[in-house]
T-cell receptor
Framework: GIQVEQSPPDLILQEGANSTLRCNFS?????LQWFHQNPWGQLINLFY???GTKQNGRLSATTVATERYSLLYISSSQTTDSGVYFC????????????FGDGTTLTVKP | NAGVTQTPKFQVLKTGQSMTLQCAQD?????MSWYRQDPGMGLRLIHY???????DQGEVPNGYNVSRSTTEDFPLRLLSAAPSQTSVYFC??????????????FGPGTRLTVL
């Protein structure tokens, strides 16, 4: 069936370190988003990136649709980066729907 | 713009009670969706709508009803609440499915406890 898998499930960093989060998906996609869920539960849009590369400050993302994965890079991490990072994927076979991965829980220690 | 709004923020129900979770958006988005998030898990799609008068089931639709009479509103009804429906519920909207129109925007969530 349709699957979205994120890795690693948990990540602990010291402030200032860099990290890479991965999202693998099982079928062709027509959209892909990365979200950050902060400790208060709010879901914040990071990137809409069904293909290609985007950057926003210390964050960047790359999606290689032909190889069915996306990467989220966080550089010079800060304690405010802590939370859960989700990728949400819309598959060509299910227009209008999004499937979420189980997320990567990031803890940045001061 | 207020974006996506949800009411109530918190709710406690007894088993068997019914209630409606409200969701509204003021961005004139065609697509709206309801998700639930259980502890330690990602969001799972309950129902979604691609326009007024059009709804469809998601991954976990049992025990929930939806309707979409206007573009702005997409209420979620729990018919007979069960403890398994204890969760955080998120509503989302997006303009469409073409390019950046497909960016989803989420409401703040409703935390529901069923005793």
């Amino acid at each position: 069936g349709i699957q979205v898998e994120q890795s690693p499930p948990d990540l602990i960093l010291q402030e200032g370190a860099n990290s890479t989060l991965r999202c693998n998906f099982s079928d062709s996609v027509n959209n892909l988003q990365w979200f950050h869920q902060n400790p208060w539960g709010q879901l914040i849009n990071l990137f809409y990136i069904p293909s290609g590369t985007k950057q926003n400050g210390r964050l960047s993302a790359t999606t290689v649709a032909t190889e069915r994965y996306s990467l989220l890079y966080i550089s010079s991490s800060q304690t405010t980066d802590s939370g859960v990072y989700f990728c949400a994927v819309g598959f060509n076979t299910n227009a209008g729907k999004s499937t979420f991965g189980d997320g990567t829980t990031l803890t940045v220690k001061p | 713009n207020a974006g996506v709004t949800q009411t109530p923020k918190f709710q406690v129900l007894k088993t068997g009670q019914s209630m409606t979770l409200q969701c509204a958006q003021d961005m004139n988005h065609e697509y709206m969706s309801w998700y639930r998030q259980d502890p330690g898990m990602g969001l799972r799609l309950i129902h979604y709508s691609v326009g007024a008068g059009i709804t469809d089931q998601g991954e976990v639709p049992n025990g929930y009803n939806v309707s979409r009479s206007t573009t702005e509103d997409f209420p979620l009804r729990l018919l007979s609440a069960a403890p398994s429906q204890t969760s955080v519920y998120f509503c989302a909207s997006r303009r469409g499915t073409s390019g950046s129109r497909d960016t989803q925007y989420f409401g703040p969530g409703t935390r529901l406890t069923v005793l």
